[in-house]
Nanobody, 113 residues
């Protein structure tokens, strides 16, 4: 059994930054790729950024150059650094362990002046 716990969400003005963190329990974290998803009101959940177990990354076009995903396999954590935030980045953000049904509970990110 794996538990994923996100932290770091909040309210930020446009152009600001936030860093989300996801901490995983258990001993299998380093084996799996991890992803950060988001779901805005009335929209489908989408994969924002992903990182393989050995650190290769991928991003959706709308966040390229602004968001950075990283992981620390020794600490069982995966982070999402979000810079130059826009109102359209407002959503609940979730971390997920790839190829499993393990999701975090979500953390709200609101970008507003």
């Amino acid at each position: 059994q794996v538990q994923l716990v996100e932290s770091g969400g909040g309210l930020v003005q446009p152009g600001g930054s936030l860093r989300l963190s996801c901490a995983a329990s258990g001993s299998i974290f380093s084996i799996y790729a991890m992803g950060w998803y988001r779901q805005a009101p009335g929209k489908q959940r989408e994969l924002v950024a992903a990182i393989t177990n050995d650190g290769r990354t991928n991003y959706i076009d709308s966040v390229k150059g602004r968001f950075t995903i990283s992981r620390d396999n020794a600490k069982n954590t995966v982070d999402l650094q979000m810079n130059s935030l826009k109102p359209e980045d407002t959503a609940v953000y979730y971390c997920k362990m790839a190829m499993t049904d393990y999701w975090g509970q979500g953390t709200q990110v609101t970008v507003s002046s």
